[in-house]
């Protein structure tokens, strides 16, 4: 079995919070929103129909639990979900929480000027509560 890669991109711009049955979850770096990664640990895809049906059933259901638990913490949200990859190819699926009175509203945050980062502080906080969410199991965050 091949070892998987992560897009370089990916690895410079988000931290490795947890990992699912088939995913990465991953915290974007730039802390302007609240912004997470789904990214299936395997390698050369940049479709979900590429994946075969039991990985697109787990990317699924990771997606679901990620979703449950960020409309638990961020109740007031709109949660946006997508697999755009015009700039990574690589598979990944952004959750990203969105509300009226962010810097970025109503635009899309794609190509948006990100200022501030996640503290060291903010993310074991983010960890911490991610152990509430059972799909995913926490590993040491690559800060």
Known sequence: ??????????????????RGPLSQLRLMKAADCTWFLLVPEVNE????????????????????ALSEWLLQCYPQCKLNIAAIGNVVSQLHVHHV????????????????????????????AIQKE????????SVEADR
């Open 1 to 18: 079995m091949t070892d998987f890669v992560l897009d370089p991109r990916l690895a410079n711009d988000s931290i490795l919070l947890a």
């Open 45 to 64: 895809i940049s479709e979900i129909t590429q994946l075969s049906e039991s990985e697109q059933f787990n990317l699924w259901k990771e997606s679901q």
């Open 97 to 124: 929480v969105r509300y009226s009175d962010d810097p970025f509203w109503p635009a899309p945050i794609w190509g948006q000027k990100m200022e501030r980062q996640y503290s060291i502080r903010d993310i074991e």
């Open 130 to 137: 991610l152990s509430a969410c059972s799909k995913f199991i």
